[in-house]
């Protein structure tokens, strides 16, 4: 582990490549990833009480994720955060539990993001999401480990892309104007992760010694 604590978050719309920088980071810095998204399907299929209420819509989103918020950071150094938080009461139920160091946000233009969400197949029991245009099964069609079908979200389908990227715009611009304002937004724009990665790494590395360099990434 890295010998410094890292309170850090990635914002981006749907598509943008959120996890994949997070899991850039992790390995460059020696930081633990979490992923909103990946702890939900975990402890849903590990029958948790707070997020059976979650799956039943019993209560909002943004006070069911603050209750599991505080297992994660009393389990690890809180690293790279992706997917939270989404909105204003997620950006204020975070602040009661931790401060941040820093917030990266990925600024990807509107047609690239479309481009890469109708074309992102899933497994749905693990989350791995693959691309067909750059980032494809081995075999068309199945998960590379696991050999079972691959689907294409509702949300994912060309049709509902655009009404998907609206409503992120639209909540995430108050948690953005709410971190540009302490200070520690910093925004990185482009439509290639592997262009923007290095810029976010040698800012991470001013914050924090790395533990693997930008050319073993």
Not at 33 to 60: D, I, K, P, T, Y
Not at 164 to 176: E, N, Q
Request: aromatic share 8%; proline share 6%; net charge positive.
């Amino acid at each position: 582990m890295a010998s410094k604590l890292l309170r850090a978050v990635v914002l981006g719309p749907p598509g943008s490549g959120k996890g994949t920088v997070c899991e850039r980071i992790a390995r460059s810095f020696g930081l633990q990833h979490l992923s909103s998204g990946q702890f939900l399907r975990e402890n849903l299929r590990g029958g948790s009480v707070v997020l059976q209420l979650w799956a039943c819509g019993v209560g909002g989103f943004d006070s069911i994720t603050a209750a599991f918020l505080p297992l994660t950071t009393a389990s690890f150094c809180f690293g790279a955060c992706a997917g939270f938080p989404r909105t204003l009461g997620q950006a204020k139920a975070l602040d009661r539990i931790c401060e941040l160091d820093l917030v990266i946000s990925l600024n990807i233009p509107f047609e690239t993001l479309k481009d890469r969400l109708s074309a992102r197949w899933v497994h749905p029991a693990s989350g791995r999401v693959y691309n067909m245009d750059f980032n494809p099964p081995h075999v068309h069609g199945v998960d590379d480990l696991t050999g079972e079908p691959l689907v294409q979200r509702e949300d994912d389908k060309p049709e509902a892309v655009a009404a998907r990227l609206r409503k992120y715009k639209d909540a995430a611009k108050p948690v953005i104007e709410l971190y540009k304002s302490r200070g520690i937004l910093h925004s990185f724009s482009g439509t290639e992760t592997n262009k923007i990665w290095p810029y976010v790494y040698t800012l991470l590395s001013s914050k924090i010694p790395p533990v693997v360099s930008d050319e073993e990434n």
